[in-house]
């Protein structure tokens, strides 16, 4: 059985940084791309960054140069830095194995002052 439990969301101000956190079982996770993705209300479901078991990452234009995601394979667990954020940034955060149905079930990321 699958499953992804996101953890990390929260009220920040605008400027400031959080860390996202997706802990993974069930799933050979080390051979598998993850992924970080957001939806805001009224707006569509848009990938904020993956990455490969290689480490290679991809991330969404509205966030290259601000977040960062990184993996810890012993650790079955995903991760998302989120530096300068705005409040356009706000959103709940999903944790997804990429190219499949898994998913968590999202951590809520407030912007604002």
């Known amino acids: 059985q699958v499953q992804l439990v996101e953890s990390g969301g929260g009220l920040v101000q605008p400027g400031g940084s959080l860390r996202l956190s997706c802990a993974a079982s069930?799933?050979?996770?080390?051979?598998?791309?993850m992924g970080w993705y957001r939806q805001a209300p009224g707006k569509q479901r848009e990938l904020v960054a993956a990455?490969?078991?290689?480490?290679?990452?991809n991330y969404g234009d509205s966030v290259k140069g601000r977040f960062t995601i990184s993996r810890d394979n012993a650790k079955n667990t995903v991760y998302l830095q989120m530096n300068s954020l705005k409040p356009e940034d706000t959103a709940v955060y999903y944790c997804?194995?990429?190219?499949?149905?898994?998913w968590g079930k999202g951590t809520l990321v407030t912007v604002s002052s």
């Open positions: 997804n194995v990429v190219t499949t149905s898994y």
């Open positions: 069930g799933i050979i996770f080390s051979i598998n791309t």
């Open positions: 990455i490969s078991r290689f480490g290679n990452m």
